[in-house]
Nanobody, 123 residues
Framework: QVQLVESGGGLVQAGGSLRLSCAVS????????MGWFRQAPGKEREFVAA????????NYADSVKGRFTISRDNAKNTVYLQMNSLKVEDTAVYYC????????????????WGQGTQVTVSS
C-alpha cells in the first residue's frame, strides 16, 4: 500500500507563491510517475503537472506552464509543486497522485491519491 500526504497549501494573494509537498510512504516511490491534480468547486478534477519516475521529464497543463514547476526527490520519497504568479483561478484543492503505469496526466490511470490540500488565491 502506498500513502500520499500533501502539505503546503494555504491562502495567498494573487501574484504570490506557494510550494506544495507530497510525502510518499513505501519503498517503491521511484516506480511511480508522480502527478498533481486540482479540483475547484463544481468542477471536475484536472491535471496540473507530472514528473517521470527519474524526474528527468515533466509535463504541464497549458494553464500553468511557465508558472508552476514540479520536482521530485527520490531519496526523500517526496514530490513538490512550486507555484509562482498565482492567479485567482488557481484556487482549488490540490491532490498528489501516484501513477504506476501511465503518464500521470489522466485521473483514471492514477493508482493512489493524497487527501488533498486547499490552495486559495485572493484578488
Amino acid at each position: 500500500q502506498v500513502q500520499l500526504v500533501e502539505s503546503g497549501g494555504g491562502l495567498v494573494q494573487a501574484g504570490g507563491s506557494l510550494r506544495l509537498s507530497c510525502a510518499v510512504s513505501g519503498r517503491t516511490f521511484s516506480l511511480y510517475t508522480m502527478g498533481w491534480f486540482r479540483q475547484a468547486p463544481g468542477k471536475e478534477r484536472e491535471f496540473v503537472a507530472a514528473s517521470s519516475r527519474s524526474g528527468g521529464n515533466s509535463n504541464y497543463a497549458d494553464s500553468v506552464k511557465g508558472r508552476f514547476t514540479i520536482s521530485r526527490d527520490n531519496a526523500k520519497n517526496t514530490v513538490y509543486l512550486q507555484m509562482n504568479s498565482l492567479k485567482v483561478e488557481d484556487t482549488a484543492v490540490y491532490y498528489c497522485a501516484a501513477d504506476r503505469y501511465g503518464t500521470g496526466t489522466r485521473v483514471k490511470s492514477v493508482d493512489y491519491w493524497g487527501q488533498g490540500t486547499q490552495v486559495t488565491v485572493s484578488s
